[in-house]
Structure formats: C-alpha cells, structure tokens
C-alpha cells in the first residue's frame, strides 16, 4: 500500500482531497492529513524526524500563505511558507525518494497577456504573494520527482470564499458592485482534488505515467469576477443587482492581474485530465452549499 501525506490538510484543497479520498477506500491508498499543529513544514528537523518514522511516497502541497494583500507587508512570513517550506519539501523528497506535488498560482504572472498563459511563459510576479510563490517554484525542481500544479481564483464548499461572501452579500443587499476588468477563470478545488488523486492513482498502476514538470489547472472557459457574481445570484436565486465597477474603484494593497487566464492543454494532453467548465462546476458547489 502507498501512502499520500497531505499538508495544508484543513484548508479548501486538502478538505476536498480528504473527502475524496474518503470515497475512494478502495484504491488502496493510506492518506496521511496534516496541518500546522501536526507538522510545522517551514522546521526541517521536525520534517526529517517526521519521515524518518513514516513511509510516504507522496507528499502533496497544499499548505500556503494565500492573503495577497497582507504578504505586501508580510513578505517575510509569506517567504517562509510558500518558499522556504517548499525548499524543506524538496530536500527531504530527495532525502527519502518521494514524489512532491506542489500547488502554485497564476499570480506569478504579470497578467498583462491577452492569451491564455502557458507553462513556458515569462515569470513576471507583481505582488510579493506572487514573488513568494515563484520562490518555491524556483526550489523545488531539485526534487526526486515533482509536479508543480498552477491554480487560480479557488473556492469549494469548505471554507471562506468568493462564493460564500456572494451568497451573503445576496441575501443581505439589495446591490452590490464587483470588478469587471479582471479576467481569468475560477477553479472548483473539488476538481483540482479530483485531478491530483487521478494523477497520484495512475503514477502507482504505471511508473512511467509521472512526468516532471509543471502544469496549469484551472476550470475551462473565462470570465470575471462580475460575470462569477452574476452567475452566482442568477442560480442562488437571489434578487440582489450586481454592478459592473472598474478596479480603479477597489484600490488593495497587491495589484491584481488584469489578465489570468491559464491554458490546461498541457495537463490534458499528458494526464489526459479532463476539466470541467466553469459554469458546470460552479452550479455543482452551489447545489451543496445552498441545500
């Protein structure tokens, strides 16, 4: 049997990896779930005692500093869990021969592309979250085996999210303003769970199914942030109007991307993952959070 360990265990990807994993006993797998209070990854010592007592062939990242606008003046403590815990990760992937699947963003891209980003495009990091999470990129392909798994604008049934503050906001306001101007596509940690499980089960059946690199994941189709929010109190039914308002009108600490639309050719192409459309998964959060 091989074990998957799980960091970041108790935030939106790692409890959607966890219920998943749960409907899947029969693959086989132990899954280890972890979060700060079981293991402190940004200490090696504790992670060389760690793996030195358990037998993990596969670690799974999910754990990260993630408040853009706070990193601005926190870049320090944004550094040490999306750069330097990530070095941690490697060294003991390379320690102890275990394949690392480590989740980044989109932020590490300036967002003024007007294609969708592939995985060889320029790294340009506007804000220090992106710098920090460029970081870790940049320290972790000296692992035994890797995948590096870009992602954007999460949210999923557990947790705070974009989606749950719409539903609120829906219920509570008559109107409210959110940004048009920023485009990309939102990303149902619920898929990107599926995804990581469907690429962990294969690399165990098949040795030569792994390959190294990195990869974008996000749902298909694009939109912004208006059009999400729209298409949220359209299905919640809510009668809520939602205006369309520039980022000009929403001034935060870190720029956002105008532009952070992703291609998943490449996921697709060697994991043959398939990946689900925005809207679809959208209405399939919703239908769980609003019953």
């Known amino acids: ?3 998957v360990l799980i960091t970041g265990a108790n935030g ?9 994993s749960e409907n899947n006993s029969e693959k086989k797998i132990n899954y280890l779930f972890t979060d700060i209070d079981d293991l402190d990854i940004t200490d090696i010592n504790s992670l060389q005692t760690f793996f030195s007592n358990k037998k993990v062939d596969f670690i799974v990242n999910c754990a990260a ?8 003046s926190e870049e320090d403590k944004a550094e040490l869990l999306n750069a330097i815990a990530v070095k941690n990760l490697a060294t ?30 320029s790294i340009n990091p506007k804000t220090a979250y992106g710098r920090t999470k460029f970081k870790g990129e940049q320290l972790i392909t000296d692992s035994y085996k890797y995948n590096i798994i870009r992602t954007s604008w999460l949210y999923s049934v557990f947790g705070n999210n974009f989606v749950k503050t719409m539903i609120r906001l829906g219920r509570e306001k008559e109107k409210i303003n959110v940004v ?19 690429i962990i089960q294969n690399s165990i059946e098949d040795s030569s199914y792994f390959q190294n690199g990195i990869y974008h994941f996000s749902n298909e189709g694009s939109c912004s942030w208006y059009d999400f929010a729209k298409e949220i109190m359209n299905y ?26 992703m291609d998943k050719s490449k996921i697709k192409d060697v994991y043959k993952v398939i990946v689900p459309d925005w809207k679809k998964s959208l209405k399939k959060c919703l239908d769980e959070i609003l019953t």
């Open 65 to 72: 500093y993630t408040n853009v606008d706070k990193a601005e």
């Open 92 to 121: 003991v992937s390379v320690n102890y021969k275990i394949t690392l699947i480590h989740i980044s963003t989109d932020y590490v891209f300036n967002g003024t592309k007007k294609t969708p980003y592939t995985e060889g495009d």
């Open 236 to 261: 919640a039914g809510l009668n809520c109007k939602v205006n369309p308002v520039s980022s000009k009108e929403f001034p935060t600490p870190a720029e956002r991307p105008e532009f952070s639309l």
């Open 12 to 20: 939106q990807l790692g409890s959607e990896i966890k219920r998943l």
């Open 180 to 198: 048009n101007d920023q485009i990309g596509s939102h990303t149902n940690a619920a898929d990107l769970a599926a995804a990581i499980l469907l």
């Open 1 to 3: 049997m091989k074990t």
